[in-house]
């Protein structure tokens, strides 16, 4: 075997990665000649983080090595690629859970976590900086599976899995990437997402030992007690049992980076996203090649970053822009003057409000509750659901629906449906987390119509084109899956999510929904 030859570059960064490179013994250099030719020889580069804490301080420079695995070919560098990350939701429901149970949270870090996994395939890359490669003449075989390469994180993902189910721990067949473990009435979950590992524990012995023997097989970093995650900041109260998600500063930072696009609008202030009645469309989408579009193109690559960034926000913590985010993001690839102008308006409604946190205050007396609502529109309606679990909002969603509604009512029907499949969902993955489910589920709906329809075959000449699709909700009732009750629009906390409501209105449900719990 070749002998390894550090050439020294500037940066702790770098020299950390290189070296637990060379530890791992991720590649061995050949001979370029010695490649079978018209094999494929990848180049590299480093990519550069800062990962900060949680009060925003830096906790350290990272710098990765990445292979450009665009360059790989299917059916010979690789072949499946598939590999998912713990679901949004059910962090936040596993959250509330432990805020009400007083359950210890604490998260894991697996360092290089992708090199712990090795690869079946022959892969050639060119030596990184900071090898001696003497001249292009030596060139990387591929060891371990390195960050960029397609199959990548399907092989970390796979390693990890099996790892965690040799340990005793039991696979979620709902969401994979959670795993359940129980003994003598203790319970500890992880919940995966990549190389970060959140741990949800009744007994810090049993803990412990996981620790030990996750350690022993990988390079760990134990974090100690969650305060921070995927860019969110964990506050809790254990003598209240209650807990905070916070993202201001992800959220300042989008501000700061962004700010200068505010120009006059600067010294205005908002108290809802979107102006009332907006309804962004594509007729105002600039034609490619006229004028417009060219004065649009300095504007689009801060239009994706500034949607993107929004989508994150709704995703996680921010309910309240999760209908303007999910608007803006229809227009990514070319977006008009009134769409960019209204990312701006998200924008400065977000910087009054900044410290808006996603606040869960848990009532175990309270099982699931689901609220549902559709604006009707001549073309894609849109529905919005909210669902809460011991009175804490842990799942949202804003969607345009896929096919054309004939009425009001059909479209409120239509909604309803899609928060019951997303209630079929939580309820399978309350069951893998122990809870016992024995009664239906309520789905609360503001019209009165389809709540009618999701029991009875109503207003048949009116519905008769959706009979099948209406089957499937009526068939959920029968079986006591769900339950579709009526309330008033005037506390639909799911409003907010279907349209661009007036402040009024919106500073009221935003309100109700905060004195929920």
């Avoid at 050639?124 to 199959?151: D, W």
């Avoid at 097989?217 to 100690?224: A, H, L, S």
């Avoid at 980076?257 to 505010?262: A, D, E, L, Q, V």
Wanted: net charge neutral; glycine share 6%; hydrophobic share 45%.
């Amino acid at each position: 075997m070749l002998e390894w030859t550090l050439i020294t570059l500037p940066g702790e960064a770098v020299a950390k990665e290189l070296t637990g490179l060379v530890a791992l013994k991720t590649w061995d250099l050949v001979p370029l000649i010695s490649v079978p030719a018209g094999a494929n020889v990848m180049h590299c580069h480093f990519v550069f983080a800062i990962k900060r804490k949680a009060d925003g301080s830096i906790d350290k420079f990272k710098a990765r090595l990445v292979a450009d695995g665009n360059t790989q070919k299917h059916g010979v560098d690789f072949n499946r690629v598939f590999a998912t990350v713990v679901k949004a939701l059910t962090i936040r429901l596993v959250l509330a859970i432990a805020a009400a149970r007083d359950y210890n949270l604490t998260s894991l870090d697996i360092r290089q976590a992708y090199l712990q996994a090795t690869i079946d395939e022959d892969l050639y890359m060119r030596a990184p900086p900071g090898i001696n490669s003497r001249g292009g003449e030596l060139v990387c075989k591929l060891r371990r599976s390195l960050y960029g390469l397609k199959q990548a994180g399907r092989e970390w993902a796979q390693l990890l899995s099996s790892f965690l189910v040799s340990w005793g721990f039991v696979r979620s067949t709902i969401d994979v990437c959670l795993y359940t473990y129980e003994q003598s009435g203790s319970i500890l979950w992880a919940l995966v997402y990549v190389d970060d590992i959140l741990i949800v524990d009744s007994c810090p012995d049993l803990r412990a030992r996981f620790v030990a023997d996750i350690s022993k097989r990988f390079p760990t970093e134990d974090k100690g007690e969650l305060e921070w995650i995927l860019n969110t900041a964990i506050t809790r109260d254990r003598a209240a049992r209650t807990l905070n998600l916070s993202q201001a500063l992800y959220t300042a930072d989008l501000i700061t980076k962004f700010g200068s696009y505010f120009e006059r609008s600067r010294s205005r202030h908002f108290d809802s996203p979107m102006e009332e009645g907006l309804e962004l469309s594509p007729a105002d989408q600039p034609v490619p090649g006229s004028v417009e579009h060219d004065e649009m193109s300095q504007f689009r690559e801060a239009y994706m970053a500034i949607v993107g960034a929004l989508l994150w926000l709704a995703n996680m913590t921010r309910v309240d822009i999760a209908y303007s985010a999910s608007q803006l993001a229809r227009f990514m690839t070319n977006p008009g003057p009134s769409h960019f102008k209204a990312a701006i308006r998200v924008l400065l409604y977000l910087r009054d409000t900044t410290d808006r946190a996603l606040m869960m205050r848990p009532d175990p007396d309270r099982g699931l509750e689901s609220f549902v609502d559709s604006s009707w529109a001549t073309k894609f309606s849109c529905s919005g659901g909210m669902f809460f679990f011991y009175g804490c909002l842990f799942h949202w969603f804003s969607k345009m629906q896929r096919s054309v509604t004939l009425s009001s009512a059909e479209a409120e029907f239509f909604g309803t449906m899609l928060a019951a499949k997303e209630v079929i969902f939580i309820r399978e993955l309350l069951i893998d987390l122990g809870f016992i489910i024995d009664a239906a589920s309520v789905i609360k709906c503001d019209s009165k119509s389809a709540v009618g329809m999701a029991f009875d075959p109503v207003a048949f000449k009116k519905t008769k084109h959706i009979l099948r699709a209406a089957e499937f909700l009526r068939d959920l009732v029968t079986r006591e899956v769900v339950s579709v009750e009526h309330i008033s629009g005037a506390v639909m906390l799911a409003d907010i999510l279907t349209k661009a409501a007036s402040r009024g209105v919106f500073v009221d449900l935003i309100k109700q929904l905060d004195s929920f719990a």
